[in-house]
């Protein structure tokens, strides 16, 4: 083969509609950010024909009923104000560059999404039945009820609220369970259910402190609804009265952007009757969706939750000497060289980022 013909450009020889089905068939990221990186006429042909939107779906399948918020709402890495003749190319480099991130920052296995507690409307025995003994699967560890109570009531209307930190500043949330509690040491064994739950999702106006804001809150002062800005509320959804794990799946995957879950127990069912006063007791919550890993995180910035990506390169080990040798360090190297490669080949500032964090080659040096 002649050396004019090693050179010539598969996607111009084979055509778009065969390329593009050639390239759909790649199930990575990082092989999507390898072909944008060829060159210039491929980088620009992987955008516009929404490689990675198409890759980031079939891994993805949940997020297909949001992609009007994404591409539509701008809900991420929203655009300022390019010129007119710019507008198109813009908005597709921007849902390049989030399905990009989006499809490698996602966890791959849907699983529980709760950090921690942050407070409760009420609590009725303080730290005893605290919202901290929702975090624990079940009503009781080893002898001992864990479970948190709201005060009583006099009216079986008055609703109680639970609020939570989830474990990433984004998540795409699928279904939250919720456990009512079953007195198993009162008469009768009776539980002490809401009428109904809705959810609301969300994010802190003001930083929370690192440390858990339950461990400084008595019964009397929790964190009041003005403290954040709600993005998404459910439908309310009828609470059985049984001692299980019941779980609530949303009418569509909501990402959650901010890492704020409120849940709203809306009525009373049951007395206590030692005082004749409505309870309502919860021993479980459990958030279920797919987080994005450590390295990825969120920027907050609009009213609406608008918000920007961003990548956290983990710090180097500083124990790890450059001559120590390991099974992978061979590996580890050409991968290095790889990503050097795509650098001289003028890969932009966001995929080497990127590249790197699915290489795990550390972030490159680049100047903007």
Known sequence: MTEEKNKMDFIQLLGPDMSVKILTHLDAPC??????????????????HGLC???????????????HMIELENIIEPLGNP???CVNWEYLKRNHKVYAFLSSGLHPVRKSCISKAISASSTDNYPEESILHTLEPGDRTEYTASYWSSKGENDPSVPETLVYKLVSEMCLVTEIHVQPFQAFFQHGLPIYSAKAVRFRMGYPRYPIESESAVDNITANEVLGDNQFIWTYTSPEFPMCQENSLQKFKLPE?????????????????????????????????QVMGRPLSPAFDVKVHHPSGKCTLKYHPPPADPHMSSSTSSPDSSSSSRLRIITSSLVQ???????QILLGALLGSGPVAVDD
């Open 31 to 48: 092989d999507l950010i390898r072909v944008s990186a060829v060159s210039s006429s491929w980088h620009r042909f992987v955008i516009e």
């Open 53 to 67: 939107k198409q890759l980031c779906l079939a891994m993805f399948p949940e997020i297909c009923g949001l992609t």
């Open 83 to 85: 010129p007119g003749s």
């Open 253 to 285: 995957p909501f990402l959650c952007i901010g890492g704020i879950l409120l849940v709203e127990l809306l009525g009373r069912v049951q007395k206590q009757e030692m005082d004749e006063l409505f309870y309502i007791c919860i021993s479980h919550v």
């Open 345 to 351: 080949r003028g890969v932009r500032r966001w995929e």
